[in-house]
Every structure is written in structure tokens, then in C-alpha cells.
């Protein structure tokens, strides 16, 4: 079999460097790629033990462990007997292939590993890079994309021992056409996401989160729902979105923008909009109590699996956004949605605890429903 490989496969087979590092623009291939070497690596290796990581489980079941199981397909190399959803691993004859998030305490300072890899290494810190750093006899292989404009990973690249590499959808020869056309949109959009999303460069720091956003009043047939999102409040605002999403561009609506409201409120306020309740309602997790009550109002009201706020942000930011005319306060938010500064007025890479009552919402349904690089919906 003729196997289709990218540029970061060549230069993972080639260099003998302890760390390597892809940074990288939108469609560029790295974490595919990177899997396709782990796996056939192994295949001349034994009794090593791979591991595949990242900040959460969550965004690690919906998007490496997929590109991780169509390999193996692919290579024939999957038995379904030998792939451990629950303790997190794949035999690969004497060798293992694990895979683990961050935020679990017992597996970032457990046991050792031959080689790992940080899928989407932005999400973690610096000490939790050093101690898995610290756990790996080999060698760490980090990708990430360059979205945020400091970040510890940026200082690798002068590290004499480390293998750091910018690479772009054009060093990808097997992207279809539609998708290089939708990146290279950017350039007319936004320059700052052409440099992040097109040419895999850090971004430039500008104060408001987001300035991608543009208007619609009607959807485009093709458009395809991907549900309802709620974020509770009582003194702040309790509201309701409706998100769609058409290839890379999203659609988002304000249904419901309310203060001082209870659940019973809201769940009279949702049935007299004349919606589908049996579409998904990604709700804010940290009222459980709300969402058991619109459960039992016959809304199909889910929790949250909350990931990193800058990972949402991130999911926004890597679709065209456009804002229903009428939702003003949606055009409120994201006009004064800003970044956190310190007292010299740089920025940080934290955005400002307020005039985000619908933004998190937004967050939330593509945290949750977006797949990174593949175009399906889960829920």
C-alpha cells in the first residue's frame, strides 16, 4: 500500500531531535500525520509504550482518537478486542498506544512513556508540558495552532534540541480544492486570521476577541442546524441561541436575552417560540438543577462538556461568523468582548469575565458539536 504522507511525516522520520514541534495554519495536516508516524513507528518496535494527550478528554475522543482509529483501518491493522475505550489504550502488538488528558492529576505524573504526543498543545501549561516532558524517555512531539500570541511554545523554537517547524495547508498536497478556497478566503476577511488560520503565524494582539463577525438575515439552504444553547443567569442575563453551520461558516441567532428569570420562566419563554425541542439545548453545566427541570418540561436540555475557554474561542474563530441582523445584544457583546490586560496594558491570553452572556453559549454548542478538521457533528 501506497501511503499518502505530508511533510511532518518526512521530517519526524528524519530528525533524531528530542522535541518536535509543528506549528501550524488550519488544514496543514500536523496531527494526522504525526498519528501516522506514531503508528507506523511502532510497527518496527517493541514493547514501547506511545501516548497521545491532550488538555481534555473530550476534544481528544472527538478529534485525534478518530484520525488514531481510521489509520489503524486504513492499515489494517485494527481489532476491535484490542482497542480499550475505558482504560484508554490500543495493544499494537507488544506495544501500546495510550491516550489521556492533562487535567487528570494520575495519568500527567503516572507512569512513563517511550514517546509522547500533545495534540493541540496551547491548551496546557508550561509545568504540565514539563512533566510529562519529564515521564518521556524519547522524545515529545507537540503540535498546536498559533492563535494565541504568547504562549510558552514560542520559546522552544530556539531550543538547540528541538525540531520547530511552521507548516500551512499548502504543505498538505492532498486538501481538496473547496477547503484551500475556504482558507484562502481570509485573506479578503480578516488579516489576522489569514496570518493565524492561512499562514500559521502567531496573530497580531488586538484588544477585542473577535472582529470576524458579519451580518445575515437569511440562511443559505445548505445551512444545517446544529441546535439551541442556553447560559443560566438571574442577575445576569438568562439567553437562548440558535446555531447553524453551512462548511466553515456559522450562523448564530439570539432567541432569548432575559434578567431576573427562573427556570419555570425560561421554560415558558422556550415553548412559546414555536422550536423543535427535541433539537439538542447545550446548556451551561453548572446548573444541573435548571436542565433536570427542562428535562422534565420535555426539552432536550444537555450539559455542557466544558473545555478551555480559549478552545472555544479557538472553534469560533476558526469559522466565519455571521450575526443575525436582529440580535443586538449578540452585536453588543462581541463588539466589547475583550482580552484581559496587565498593568503594563499588554494583553493576556484571557479574555474579561463579562459581555460574554451569549458568546458562552456560542462557545459551548461548538465546544461540543464541532469536530475539528472534519466537517461532523456529535450529539
Excluded at 115 to 121: D, M, S
Excluded at 150 to 165: F, R, V
Amino acid at each position: 500500500m501506497k501511503i499518502q504522507t505530508t511533510e511532518v511525516f518526512q521530517l519526524l522520520q528524519e530528525t533524531n531531535k528530542r522535541v518536535c514541534v509543528f506549528q501550524g495554519s488550519s488544514r496543514a495536516g500536523k496531527t494526522y500525520n504525526i498519528i501516522l508516524w506514531l503508528v507506523i513507528d511502532l510497527l518496527n518496535k517493541e514493547n514501547k509504550v506511545y501516548s497521545i494527550i491532550r488538555k481534555t478528554l473530550p476534544a481528544l475522543k472527538g478529534s485525534v482518537l478518530r484520525d488514531l482509529k481510521e489509520i489503524l483501518l486504513m492499515l489494517d491493522l485494527y481489532d476491535d478486542s484490542k482497542w480499550h475505550s475505558v482504560d484508554g489504550y490500543y495493544e499494537l502488538g507488544s506495544n501500546i498506544i495510550e491516550w489521556f488528558s492533562v487535567d487528570d492529576e494520575t495519568k500527567l505524573r503516572g507512569r512513563k512513556r517511550d514517546i509522547g504526543f500533545v495534540n493541540e498543545a496551547t491548551e496546557i501549561t508550561y509545568d504540565e508540558y514539563v512533566q510529562l516532558s519529564l515521564r518521556t524517555g524519547e522524545r515529545m512531539i507537540l503540535d498546536f495552532n498559533p492563535s494565541l500570541w504568547q504562549s510558552w511554545l514560542y520559546d522552544l523554537e530556539s531550543d538547540p534540541d528541538c525540531l520547530y517547524k511552521i507548516v500551512t495547508y499548502k504543505d498538505n498536497p492532498f486538501l481538496p480544492k473547496l477547503q484551500v478556497e475556504e482558507i484562502e478566503k481570509l485573506k479578503d476577511r480578516d488579516p489576522n486570521l489569514w496570518r493565524v488560520f492561512g499562514l500559521g503565524l502567531k496573530g497580531i494582539p488586538t484588544r477585542v476577541v473577535f472582529s470576524h463577525q458579519k451580518e445575515y438575515t437569511e440562511l443559505p439552504p445548505s445551512a444545517k442546524k446544529l441546535g439551541y444553547s442556553v447560559d443560566f443567569g438571574y442577575n445576569d442575563p438568562t439567553t437562548l441561541i440558535e446555531v447553524h453551520k453551512d462548511n466553515e461558516s456559522i450562523y448564530v441567532k439570539e432567541l432569548l436575552y432575559l434578567r431576573n428569570t427562573t427556570i419555570n420562566d425560561l421554560i415558558y419563554k422556550i415553548k412559546d417560540l414555536n422550536i423543535n425541542l427535541k433539537d439538542d439545548f447545550i446548556c451551561d453545566s453548572a446548573n444541573p438543577q435548571g436542565i433536570a427541570e427542562m428535562v422534565r418540561a420535555g426539552i432536550n436540555a444537555k450539559p455542557v462538556k466544558k473545555d478551555t475557554i480559549l478552545a472555544g474561542i479557538d472553534q469560533i474563530k476558526r469559522n466565519n461568523l455571521f450575526v443575525h441582523r436582529d440580535s443586538e445584544h449578540i452585536w453588543e457583546e462581541l463588539n466589547s468582548y475583550v482580552w484581559k490586560q496587565d498593568k503594563n496594558g499588554n494583553n493576556l491570553d484571557e479574555p474579561e469575565d463579562k459581555n460574554n452572556h451569549l458568546i458562552d453559549p456560542l462557545r459551548y454548542i461548538m465546544t461540543m458539536k464541532s469536530m475539528r478538521n472534519t466537517g461532523i457533528y456529535i450529539l
